[in-house]
């Protein structure tokens, strides 16, 4: 089995900055992308960020310029940097991968548990 745990969530004032980080550990031959979603109150679950195994990013339009996603591949560990945050950013945020557990296994989506962000002064 593959796990991921999260941690970095908490409260912060609007204009805060917070960084989440996310380990993945078990039985792991390859991690292709790394992401990040996020559920808000009465909301449904949506994506915030993903990484590539070969780096490239792609943003939700409303967190562009102030969230940073990256990866330490040795660390099987992502990361997201989420500066200037505002009160609409509060949710659940939850990583996940897609990742292999042998040579010959495909790809499968995998998710964490979740931490909470919240945005309030």
């Known amino acids: 089995q593959v796990q991921l745990v999260e941690s970095g969530g908490g409260l912060v004032q609007p204009g805060g900055s917070l960084r989440l980080s996310c380990a993945a550990s078990?039985?792991?031959?390859?991690?292709?992308?790394m992401f990040w979603h996020r559920q808000a109150p009465g909301k449904q679950r949506e994506f915030v960020a993903v990484?590539?195994?070969?780096?490239?990013?792609s943003y939700l339009d409303s967190v562009k310029g102030r969230f940073t996603i990256s990866r330490d591949n040795a660390k099987n560990t992502v990361y997201l940097q989420m500066n200037s945050l505002k009160p609409e950013d509060t949710a659940v945020y939850y990583c996940?991968?897609?990742?292999?557990?042998?040579?010959?296994?495909?790809?499968?989506?995998?998710w964490g548990q979740g931490t909470q962000v919240t945005v309030s002064s």
């Open positions: 996940g991968v897609q990742a292999a557990r042998g040579e010959m296994d495909l790809a499968r989506h995998y």
């Open positions: 078990g039985t792991i031959f390859r991690i292709d992308a």
């Open positions: 990484i590539a195994s070969g780096s490239g990013t």
